[in-house]
C-alpha cells in the first residue's frame, strides 16, 4: 500500500521549511517520529546519510527512504494520503495547480533569500534595510495573489489551507521575530491587510498550532546562538 510505512522527520524547530512538513503532516492527522537536529557542528549520522547532497534539514523517511527538499515533501505527503477524506493541498484544476505552484516557487525566490539576508548574512545595517525591502516588494505581491487565489475566502487555498498557505506559512514565526528586531512590522495590517487577516487564520488553524513558533523572543536566541556558532567557526 503507498501509504504504508513509518513516518520520521529530521528537523529543526524554527526552520520555515521543517515547518511547512509539520502543518502538512497535521493537516493530514498523520503519526510520525520528530527528530530535532543540531544544525551546529553535530548533525546526526542520519540526516548527513539521508541528505548527502545538502546536509540541510527537513528529511522526510518514510518506511526508511529518505527525501528532502521541503516543497517536494510536501507534495510528495499530498500525493500519497490522497482520498483519505482530507481534500488535497493543491486543487484539482491542472491551471489553478500550476498557478499555486508559480506562487509556492515565488515565495522561496523572493522571500526566502530575504529573509535569509535579514536574519543570518547581511552585514550591515544598509543591507538588513535592502533585504527588508525585498521582503516588503514580495509580501506586496503576495497580497494580490491572496486576493485573486482565494476568491475572497480564508486562504490562498480557498476554504482550506492550501499549498502556498503552508509554503507562505513556515515563515511566520521568523516574520515576528524580526519584527521585533527591526522595530515594523512586515505583515503590516495598513500595508498588506488581506495578508494580516491571513496570518492570524493560519497561525490558529489546528494544524499550525504549535508548530509554528509563536514566541518571538525563543527564535531570537535561537539566531543568536546559531550566528555565534558560525563566528566561532569562521574565527
Ligand atoms: N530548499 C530547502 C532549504 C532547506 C534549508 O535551507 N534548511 C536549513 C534550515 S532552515 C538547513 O538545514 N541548513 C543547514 C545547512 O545548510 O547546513 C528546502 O526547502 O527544504
Aim: one cysteine or more; hydrophobic letters at 45%.
Amino acid at each position: 500500500m503507498a501509504g504504508s510505512g513509518e513516518l520520521k522527520l529530521l528537523g529543526v524547530w524554527t526552520s520555515p521549511y521543517v515547518i511547512r512538513v509539520r502543518v502538512v503532516l497535521n493537516l493530514k492527522s498523520l503519526p510520525y517520529e520528530y527528530v530535532e537536529e543540531d544544525l551546529g557542528s553535530r548533525k546526526s549520522p542520519l540526516l548527513l546519510a539521508s541528505n548527502p547532497v545538502h546536509k540541510s534539514v527537513p528529511v522526510l523517511l518514510h518506511g526508511g527512504r529518505p527525501m528532502n527538499e521541503s516543497q517536494i515533501i510536501v507534495q510528495y505527503i499530498d500525493e500519497v494520503w490522497s482520498g483519505t477524506g482530507v481534500p488535497s493541498i493543491l486543487p484539482a484544476d491542472p491551471y489553478e495547480r500550476a498557478t499555486a505552484r508559480f506562487w509556492a516557487a515565488y515565495v522561496d525566490d523572493k522571500v526566502g533569500p530575504a529573509w535569509l539576508g535579514m536574519v543570518f548574512t547581511c552585514k550591515t545595517e544598509e543591507e538588513r534595510a535592502e533585504a527588508w525591502d525585498r521582503a516588503v516588494a514580495a509580501l506586496e505581491t503576495l497580497e494580490g495573489a491572496l486576493g485573486e487565489c482565494s476568491k475572497g475566502k480564508a486562504f490562498f487555498g480557498g476554504e482550506g489551507i492550501g499549498f502556498v498557505d503552508i509554503v507562505l506559512g513556515g515563515y511566520l514565526g521568523w516574520f515576528a521575530a524580526i519584527d521585533k528586531l527591526m522595530g515594523r512590522r512586515l505583515i503590516d495590517p495598513a500595508r498588506t491587510p488581506l495578508l494580516a487577516g491571513w496570518e492570524a487564520r493560519f497561525r490558529a488553524a489546528d494544524a499550525a498550532r504549535g508548530v509554528v513558533p509563536d514566541d518571538a523572543d525563543k527564535v531570537l536566541e535561537f539566531m543568536r546562538t546559531l550566528l555565534a556558532w558560525s563566528a566561532s567557526k569562521a574565527e
